[in-house]
T-cell receptor, first 110, second 115 residues
Framework: DAKTTQPPSMDCAEGRAANLPCNHS???????VYWYRQIHSQGPQYIIH???NNETNEMASLIITEDRKSSTLILPHATLRDTAVYYC???????????FGKGNQVVVIP | DTGVSQNPRHKITKRGQNVTFRCDPI?????LYWYRQTLGQGPEFLTY????????KSRLLSDRFSAERPKGSFSTLEIQRTEQGDSAMYLC?????????????FGPGTRLTVT
């Protein structure tokens, strides 16, 4: 079962930063926060993951609150190609399955 | 293109028929996963292999479903006596154990329609 809560949908303006929230209030100490996205008619794509420190890569930044009960995925300059369903997932490293919820349908508007 | 391929991409079958899907993972990946995704939902885990051993199965994987990975490379997922409720996208993913990101790479999926 998914252990995260995300808004069902949101719109973002092209060229602006997109901030995607996720609540995971029951996260345990060894669970990581993973983000994947799924563009229409494609398989999910890994974006980023973190444990407690903020992380940044070529796709996005992940900000995790100090109490680890929530996080924000930041797409620094949203493009139309970023329109997708974004999934926030908490996962124990010893657990091989990814528990996807319904995700957040993000639409980037020109 | 993630390097994970799935065939066929689309399959239409009549209720009661058997179907088989194939997944070719990234060649050096020793882990392979199957997920199922219905309309409007996120993918749901079905089963997982490490090399040729099937190590985990979801309760979603009924007796009509069987998955194999005979040589630790490609995998097949067979559904016997298909039902309309089996209509879904079947996704395959692979990963490398011990990889720094422990990232699962997904294929494009096989869309099954049972009529």
């Amino acid at each position: 079962d998914a252990k995260t809560t995300q808004p069902p949908s949101m719109d973002c303006a092209e060229g602006r930063a997109a901030n995607l929230p996720c609540n995971h209030s029951t996260i345990s100490g060894n669970e990581y926060v993973y983000w994947y996205r799924q563009i229409h008619s494609q398989g999910p794509q890994y974006i980023i993951h973190g444990l407690k420190n903020n992380e940044t890569n070529e796709m996005a930044s992940l900000i995790i609150t100090e109490d680890r009960k929530s996080s924000t995925l930041i797409l620094p300059h949203a493009t139309l190609r970023d329109t997708a369903v974004y999934y926030c997932i908490v996962r124990d490293p010893g657990n091989n399955r990814l528990a996807f919820g319904k995700g957040n349908q993000v639409v980037v508007i020109p | 293109d993630t390097g994970v391929s799935q065939n066929p991409r689309h399959k239409i079958t009549k209720r009661g028929q058997n179907v088989t899907f194939r997944c070719d993972p990234i060649s050096e990946h020793n882990r392979l996963y199957w997920y199922r995704q219905t309309l409007g939902q996120g993918p749901e885990f079905l089963t997982y292999f490490q090399n040729e051993a099937q190590l985990e199965k979801s309760r979603l994987l009924s007796d009509r479903f069987s998955a194999e990975r005979p040589k630790g490379s490609f995998s097949t997922l067979e559904i016997q006596r298909t039902e309309q409720g089996d209509s879904a996208m079947y996704l395959c993913a692979s990963s490398l154990s011990g990889g720094r990101r422990d990232e699962q790479y997904f294929g494009p999926g096989t869309r099954l329609t049972v009529t």
